[in-house]
């Protein structure tokens, strides 16, 4: 195979990249490769394929030949949402539609003595939220729909520095799209018994990013036979979105129709230009694996997110009525991974890991549009060499969201509370991974 | 099989079976629903969402019709100003000049409010009927209810069960559809439209036309234009606690409801003690002009106010005047008796619910002077118009209050309620309130003094 056929597979997988859903705290997914992911994502000091590219390119210093990994993970989320009993006794529930978001994870690496260079392509933020029967979700004026998807292209150059050290350093190239459908309604009608609000507008907007380039860098340090430390770091980003486009279509009733023809007449049409920045945290990963026995490995990892830089998303448009900051105010958080890898047979590599993972989300800004929640993710998965140059990887992983409310204490917590519903959230996603590794 | 293989075999089975345990009894569960507390507004946050159901009274019928220069000066609007609302955020079906009045304005057209032309009173002016949407309706828009819900003619049965005139206890009142508005809304009637608002402060003021729509017809008879009250009792109850029900249903708190019970006829203007009449009208005593001669029903106690337009139209030829002019002593009773059981009643329901307090309406009219309570026009033929329109609290039809007159309600309101919630809101400075029977119309000086036909016939069928 030649460099462009790897190019060609590369960009294969891009066109997978339909849209992302969060598999890990907020909308981040650290599953870049299906070794990683059966090991929960406890990689950093391991990094011992492709997906090093994402996970510490210092790991590739200590990598032979040319290799390319590709992986994709489909990841099967699904919510549902209990509403905060009503004042008549009832309440409103919601589910989530099925869906499944194939997460590629693509690489290729090559050394050249004490140097090996690569590139890859993994998407560690995204989010897909689609609820079920949106004309009746309770939740559509705040989001009945939402994709977000970010695809990185990492290329890396690592450096043995001597036998026992490598660094490394690269660049996220990064591109986003996202897109966001809801309704939005006004105070209607005379019934006490009915939804005081009806739906007039429906509101799609939708915009990709200018693209983004920030530095990540990587460390390994082999301190003994049997124990190895690794340090990861990718910067945090602002991915502009300087081509937003906001569709409105009126849905309103008859008896609106002509009013809301009329607004939207005022505002200057159904569409309308705007712009805004999404703010990606900083991860920095400090690892540490121990070599238990010839066939055992052990690795803890703990992983810093900077998710504080996410503090709103600001719509701001070229008509101004329409601007719209929503509130997140999203916290740092460490994430605590655990991975398990005993070589079986010869040819066999099993794996096991499990992740502690702590929501950065506030109470405040849960809501349809991310019901995030603190979690525990088990996962396991099988390597076989199936020849001296493939390997072939399977891996499942199940996210399982803790149960969470915006009510506590009887009260909405909600910074937005008029169509923000109040009520519970659960949430559980399924991630299977199958990887194919090519030693040239 | 070697034993690499039966290894990997058994690793493969046992790691699919784990899986398949994994994901099985793992997903997504349906959370239980979590409570919420609903607070009990306290304080100023009882006053935050202020809607008065009732009739014509709340809706600031004045001068025999409705129209913006009166409906500003409601007493709900009244009260709403003195609860901090701002400008223009209390909502009215706000109608432009000259309003709409339910005299005969001839076919095909509204008729405006009543006006005082100099002489006599007259029409401010009328309104194609075609014309009456687009021209006079101001608020027909308003996308949810009103926060006025007073209907011009609503009877304490209509505010719980009429979602439009042809099924109100007074078919062809259009005030029912100008604004319940349910050809755009379904068919929701008064007293759930306001609880639609969620309100936190109630004005309930109704129960009037049940006593009223007998009495002036000249012709009340309890159970056909006068309500039973032991009817009025059940539904009243019924009423109050529909809106306290439906509010709580939709917010998780209690409203506080202010009632006002019913005034007596004798409290109005427009029901004449007959000695007044004979004066007002220019008639001699009764013994040079025995009861019996002026009147068909001859122990005739009150006469009603239009009758001065009949006699100045019929002269002495009208004499005896038709019984439905007059309300005899039996009449008179039936009328006052049910006033008297319909207030028992409200009293009664007020006090088995703590969160419903009474204006007593009653007592606050028949507390008037003599002056505040005199017509106009009776005021104007002996002071001139500008001491009359200072000092009368009565509109030109003469059972309605004027901007003063609301006033002083208003007043009365507030009052009950800073008694019953330890509260402070300013009362209304009536001198503020100034009342302008010409509406501001040039005087036309050869219009014929007295009560027009016209005004007269007006004035008879304001009240329905």
Not at chain 1, 366 to 383: C, E, H, K, T, V
Not at chain 2, 368 to 395: D, M, P, R, V
Request: aromatic share 10%; hydrophobic share 45%; net charge negative.
């Amino acid at each position: 195979m030649t460099r462009t056929r790897a190019a060609i597979l590369l960009a294969g997988a891009a066109t997978l990249l339909l849209a992302g859903t969060a598999a890990a705290g907020g909308f981040n997914i650290y599953e870049a490769g299906a070794r990683a992911t059966a090991l929960g994502g406890a990689f950093t000091a391991t990094a011992d394929d492709g997906s090093a590219i994402f996970y510490n390119p210092a790991g590739l210093a200590f990598l032979d030949g040319m290799a390319v990994d590709l992986n994709l993970m489909p990841v099967i989320p699904s919510s549902e949402f209990t509403g905060a009993i009503r004042p008549d006794g009832s309440h409103a529930t919601g589910k989530t539609v099925d869906q499944s978001f194939p997460i590629p994870g693509a690489y290729w690496y090559r050394n050249v003595g004490d140097l090996t260079y690569g590139v890859g392509l993994s998407a560690p933020f995204g989010l897909g939220v689609e609820w079920a029967d949106p004309e009746a979700w309770v939740g559509r004026r705040t989001s009945y729909d939402v994709d977000l998807a970010t695809v990185y292209v990492t290329p890396v150059l690592s450096w043995k520095v001597e036998e026992t050290v490598g660094i490394a350093f690269g660049l996220d190239i990064a591109h986003t799209e996202i897109q966001l459908n809801k309704r939005s309604a006004v105070h209607f009608g005379t019934d006490p018994t009915a939804d005081p609000y009806v739906d007039v507008l429906d509101a799609k907007i939708e915009g990709t990013s200018r693209i983004n380039v920030t530095p990540m860098m990587g460390l390994m340090v082999k301190a003994s036979p049997k124990v190895t430390f690794g340090v990861m770091y990718h910067h945090q980003k602002k991915m502009e979105v300087r081509n937003g486009e906001l569709t409105l279509t009126n849905v309103a009733p008859a008896a609106l129709t002509a009013t809301i023809d009329a607004q939207i007449a005022a505002l200057g049409g159904a569409k309308h230009d705007g712009v805004t920045d999404l703010k990606l945290p900083h991860m920095l990963a400090v690892g540490v694996a121990c070599q238990v026995t010839e066939k055992a490995r052990l690795e803890f990892d703990a992983v810093h997110f900077g998710w504080s830089y996410f503090d709103a998303l600001v719509l701001d448009f070229e008509t101004n009525p329409l601007d719209q900051t929503i509130r997140e105010d999203y916290k740092d958080v460490l994430q605590l991974r655990f991975g398990a890898q005993y070589q079986v047979t010869p040819k066999l590599l099993a794996m096991a890991g499990y992740v502690r993972d702590e929501s950065p989300q506030p109470v405040g800004s849960i809501s349809p549009l991310l019901p995030d929640a603190n979690r525990n993710d088990y996962s396991a998965g099988l390597q076989l060499r199936a020849t001296e140059r493939i390997t072939l990887t399977g891996t499942y992983m199940g996210v399982n969201f803790d149960e969470r409310s915006n009510v506590e204490g009887g009260v909405q917590q909600s910074f937005e509370t008029e169509f923000n519903p109040a009520g519970s959230y659960d949430s559980y996603a399924h991630i299977f991974g199958v990887g194919v590794g090519y030693r040239f | 099989m070697n034993k690499h293989t039966k290894t990997l075999a058994t690793t493969l089975a046992t790691a699919v079976a784990l899986l398949a345990l994994l994901a099985a009894g793992c997903s997504v569960e349906t959370p239980a629903p979590v409570e919420l507390t609903y607070e009990q507004p306290t304080g100023e946050a009882i006053f935050s969402n202020y809607v008065a159901i009732g009739n014509s009274l709340t809706a600031g019928f004045m001068d025999g019709g409705l129209v913006m220069n009166g409906q500003v000066n409601s007493y709900p609007q009244l009260i709403a100003s003195a609860l901090g609302y701002p400008a223009g955020s209390f909502m009215q079906p706000l109608i432009a000049m000259p309003g709409i009045g339910s005299s005969d304005a001839g076919e095909g057209y509204a008729a405006g409010v009543l006006r005082f032309d100099g002489a006599s009173l007259s029409l401010a002016g009328r309104t194609p009927l075609a014309d009456v949407q687009s021209t006079l309706l101001l608020a027909a828009r308003w996308p949810v209810a009103y926060q006025n819900l007073g209907v011009p003619g609503a009877t304490l049965w209509d505010g719980m069960n009429a979602t439009s005139s042809a099924n109100s206890q007074s078919p062809g009142n259009s005030y029912f559809d100008f604004i319940l508005r349910n050809s755009v809304f379904g068919g929701v009637v008064m007293c759930d439209q306001a609880a639609s608002l969620g309100p936190t402060l109630v004005t309930c003021w109704l129960g009037n036309n049940d006593a009223l729509g007998g009495a002036t017809s000249g012709e009340p008879v309890l159970g056909v234009n006068v309500t039973p009250p032991t009817a009025f009792a059940a539904m009243y109850e019924a009423l109050l606690d529909r809106v306290t029900d439906t509010v709580f249903a939709r917010t998780g708190f209690t409203p506080v409801i202010i009632t006002a019970n019913v005034p007596d006829i004798a409290s109005t203007p427009y029901f004449m003690p007959k000695a007044l009449f004979r004066a007002m009208a220019g008639l001699p005593g009764p013994e040079t002009l025995p009861d019996a001669n002026l009147f068909t029903e001859a122990d005739a106690v009150y006469v009603r106010f239009p009758t001065l337009s009949y006699l100045a139209d019929e002269g002495m030829a009208g004499l005896p005047l038709p019984e439905e002019y007059t309300l005899d002593v039996t009449e008179t009773a039936v009328v006052q008796d049910a006033v008297t059981g319909f207030n028992a009643a409200i009293a009664t329901a007020v006090d088995e619910r703590d969160h419903v307090y009474l204006y007593d309406a009653h007592a606050a009219l028949a507390g008037l002077t003599a002056g505040q309570a005199t017509h106009f026009l009776a005021l104007e033929a002996q002071y001139g118009a500008a001491i009359a329109a200072a000092t009368t609290y009565f509109s030109l039809d003469g059972i309605h209050p004027n901007n003063r007159g609301y006033g002083f309600v208003a007043n009365g309101m507030i009052a009950t309620i800073n008694e019953a919630l330890d509260t402070s809101i300013p009362s209304v400075n009536l001198a503020n309130l100034t009342w302008d029977p010409t509406y501001g119309i040039p005087i036309d000086e050869k219009a014929a003094p007295g009560l027009s036909p016209e005004a007269a016939r007006a004035m008879d069928a304001i009240f329905r």
